[in-house]
């Protein structure tokens, strides 16, 4: 199973990476898992995506399949976490989720990063994380409405925060990727003793 997934991720790194040209810094696989709200563990595949960072214009670019997020949660909030310190500081908004992404069907996504991060200097952080807010929190023109003050956990699995949709490793973070030890559930880490799985 989990050579399967790293071979599909793979595949979606060498396609990401001729799509974005070389301005943009370490394509990396974006994953997920289905132990989390809006998704039916019992039919439902983890979404993936992938994502690079674009020291140029300081923005990360990519695009996700797959992905799924419980009603009146469709609004999807970046940040970036510290698996060691266990802290999260807000990127910036994704956008309304894209429905019914497969195959070529794709949700695409350009996040700008604070001042602070401009240049690819992420400090302690290890990964970037995709979280599900409340819908109303975006307007259409992806304009942010109410900023979360920190990202959403899990309804159906209450020690599962913060629970990202969707995560990756930052670019130069010191950190390897975990299975979770249930499904399809992968993760990166630079202390997996301190957390559970972020899905």
């Not at 439902?44 to 949660?73: C, H, Q």
């Not at 819908?135 to 990202?164: F, H, M, R």
Request: charged share 20%; proline share 6%; hydrophobic share 35%.
């Amino acid at each position: 199973m989990r050579q399967r997934v790293l071979a599909l991720a793979g595949a979606a790194v060498a396609l990401m990476a001729l799509s974005l040209g070389a301005p943009a810094k370490e394509v990396t696989p974006m994953l997920g898992g289905v132990i989390i709200d809006g998704y039916d563990f019992g039919k439902d595949i983890g979404p993936k995506g992938s994502i690079a960072y674009d020291e140029k214009t300081g923005e990360f670019v990519g695009y996700y399949n797959g992905l799924k997020m419980p009603p009146g949660r469709r609004a999807i909030f970046a940040w970036v976490h510290d698996t060691v310190n266990q802290k999260s500081e807000y990127i910036g908004p994704v956008g309304w989720l894209k429905k019914g992404t497969a195959g070529k069907n794709k949700g695409t996504f350009r996040v700008s990063v604070p001042e602070k991060f401009k240049g690819g200097n992420f400090g302690s952080y290890e990964i970037i994380g995709f979280s599900s807010e409340k819908t109303s929190s975006l307007d259409a023109g992806n304009k942010v409405l109410a900023k979360p003050s920190e990202p959403s956990g899990s309804d159906i699995q209450k020690a599962l925060k913060p629970a990202y949709y969707l995560f990756a490793a930052l670019p130069g973070a010191d950190t390897d990727l975990h299975y979770c030890g249930h499904g399809q559930d992968f993760f990166y880490a630079k202390a997996p003793e301190k957390q559970i799985c972020y899905d």
